[in-house]
């Protein structure tokens, strides 16, 4: 809960206001596991909260750990509804990509998530608690929304995650540590840029509206077109930064033709070009780029004026792309009780 709703539930219990920012400090400063910890709060007052509340902390139920340093935590969110979060450690960094949603409604082509399906929308608590249980969490410098999900389609739950990460009376977190991804639901990002401070990234994936079509088919409804003049719309000149997510399909959007297209939509645009390698999933025809051609892809988007970056491959051996791991273990315990 955020400060104010704390503030409220603790005037609801019986508790003077100030008892909700004592529950806030005790919750994300001292990071207690339950309510009897909560010592400056009377013994009277900690009996009403524990009869109306929970801490809500779960770790999760399985780990894998790859070789080179990456690791997929699977959470459970119900029967049969899992999520995942991978924490990267990467020299003097170590990022935490999140989820949002059980699953995911929007039916992108070379997503494993979408392929579940939309099962649930996740609570602010159950998106901070894939942070606060991790076992490596004082080591994080940064947060991604990122994982199983569209975080715009969930904007109110990312947004009051989002508060208690950055406030100072949560866990103080700079929203420069922070990105959250979108596909472009061009309303909730709007919301988002004005509630928020922390970075945005757009999944692109080509340039050209009717190509992005048939790999989004958000497409159909918010306009790449529509969604550059969303962002063109915000001052990105100081700290806050924008960036495209572009995965390279080969044959598909590695050509020059793209190239050529992206330097002329971006143009304006204060950005950077992250280039994704696609690992092939299951039941979809898309194939990654080779290493030749990605690499010329972004020596030409820098030699035309647009920042671009190849993105590194992280715990290809455990699963690592979003909704690999859930949906592995969905299958395992369809396979076990289906006798």
């Not at 503030?7 to 207690?32: C, T």
């Not at 029967?79 to 924490?87: D, G, L, Q, W």
């Not at 170590?94 to 997503?111: D, E, I, N, P, R």
Request: glycine share 6%; with cysteine.
């Amino acid at each position: 809960m955020t400060l104010s709703q704390l503030s409220d539930k603790a005037l609801e219990a019986g508790l003077p206001k100030f008892a909700g920012k004592q529950i806030a400090e005790w919750l994300y400063k001292k990071h207690v596991a339950s309510i009897d910890e909560m010592t400056n709060i009377s013994i009277k007052g900690r009996k009403i909260l524990q009869e109306r509340f929970e801490i809500g902390i779960k770790p999760p139920v399985k780990v894998q750990t790859s070789v080179d340093g990456t690791k997929k935590y699977l959470f459970v969110q119900g029967e049969m509804k899992f999520v995942e979060a991978a924490y990267i450690p990467d020299a003097d960094r170590a990022t935490l990509c999140v989820s949002s949603q059980v699953g995911c409604k929007m039916g992108c082509l070379f997503c494993m998530t979408g392929k579940q399906g939309f099962q649930a929308q996740l609570t602010a608590g159950e998106i901070v608690n894939q942070i606060r249980s991790l076992p490596e969490r004082q080591t994080l410098t940064n947060v991604v929304y990122m994982g199983m999900g569209e975080p715009l389609d969930n904007v109110d739950a990312v947004l009051q995650s989002l508060e208690i990460l950055t406030s100072e009376w949560g866990y103080a977190w700079s929203p420069k540590r922070i990105t959250v991804s979108t596909i472009g639901i061009i309303p909730a990002m709007r919301h988002f840029l004005e509630k928020s401070d922390c970075h945005l990234a757009i999944s692109l994936h080509s340039p050209f509206e009717d190509e992005r079509r048939k790999l989004m088919p958000i497409e159909n409804v918010y306009h790449l077109h529509q969604i550059l003049e969303a962002v063109k719309e915000y001052d990105w000149t100081h700290q806050r930064r924008v960036s495209f997510e572009y995965i390279v399909f080969g044959g598909l959007n590695d050509t020059p033709r793209h190239i050529n297209e992206l330097v002329r939509i971006l143009s304006g645009i204060r950005c950077r070009v992250n280039l994704i390698r696609f690992h092939p999933i299951p039941g979809t025809p898309l194939q990654g780029t080779d290493e030749q051609t990605l690499q010329y892809f972004k020596n030409r988007l820098n030699e035309k004026g647009v920042l671009a970056t190849v993105r590194a491959s992280r715990g290809q051996d455990i699963y690592a792309a979003c909704g690999l791991l859930s949906t592995k273990e969905i299958t395992s315990i369809q396979t076990n009780t289906d006798y």
